[in-house]
């Protein structure tokens, strides 16, 4: 199975401040298509996970432009350009290269 | 809009089976796939496995396969994981998740105890 690994915040974290969380995986994510199947999520206390990064660096639908990805086919970087309130919650990677899809153990960011 | 809804929470004794359920609303439910995916406090998020609602073809993560069994009804566009042989450590929520996991059900918690 492919192995994801994240980093750690040094929480908390001021509010408008910028942020990055690194992920990293066993193999690398790039496809012959081209595209790195790589996965950001952020799940809220008391939440569902909610897409915000697929294909490495594509923002889902209605994701704030302050979340940014970034990587190359083993090391990722997920960006938030001015931490809000709402962005507190723990962060996931997750790979959809090959099956078992893997998630990195996550990420919390707590806001000071 | 968009909706996965996941039935209630379920308190279960060890041994016995349970089976969840995830109704798919506002997207054509045989053309995308559903994943489920299960959370613990210890183990995080592990992904258990996917069906195409249209074929009925099932991938199973190796660690839950014979513990899961993933169908669908058509008819009535729900996603349907049944869990057998439950003991304490399948206590978790569980997650359906389809399109590309864009969209998430609200989870339900299942507690094996006696």
């Known amino acids: 199975d492919i192995v994801m690994t994240q980093g750690a915040l040094p929480n908390p974290v001021p509010s408008g401040e910028s942020v990055s969380i690194t992920c990293r995986s066993s193999?690398?994510?790039?496809?012959?298509?081209?595209?790195?199947?790589l996965n950001w999520y952020l799940q809220r206390p008391g939440q569902s996970p909610q897409l915000l990064i697929y294909?490495?660096?594509t923002r889902a639908s209605g994701v704030s432009d302050r979340f940014s990805g970034s990587g190359s086919g083993t090391d990722f970087t997920l960006k938030i350009s001015g931490v809000e309130a709402e962005d507190v919650g723990v962060y996931y990677c997750?790979?959809?290269?090959?099956?078992?899809?893997?998630f990195g153990a996550g990420t919390k960011l707590e806001l000071k | 809009q968009v909706q996965l809804q996941q039935s209630g929470a379920e308190l279960v004794k060890p041994g016995t089976s349970v089976k969840l359920s995830c109704k798919a609303s506002?997207?054509?439910?045989?053309?995308?796939?559903m994943n489920w995916i299960k959370q613990t406090t210890g183990q995080g998020l592990e992904w258990i496995g996917i069906?195409?609602?249209?074929?009925?073809?099932?991938s199973y993560n190796v660690k839950f396969k014979g513990k899961a069994t993933l169908t669908v009804d058509k008819s009535s566009s729900t996603a349907f994981m049944q869990l057998s042989s439950l003991t304490p450590e399948d206590s978790a929520v569980y997650y359906c998740?389809?399109?590309?996991?864009?969209?998430w059900g609200q989870g339900v918690m299942v507690t094996v105890s006696s």
């Open positions: 998740a389809s399109l590309g996991f864009d969209y």
């Open positions: 506002g997207y054509t439910f045989t053309s995308n796939h």
């Open positions: 069906i195409n609602p249209g074929s009925g073809g099932t």
């Open positions: 193999k690398s994510l790039l496809y012959s298509d081209g595209k790195t199947y």
């Open positions: 294909w490495m660096s």
């Open positions: 997750q790979q959809g290269l090959e099956f078992p899809y893997t």
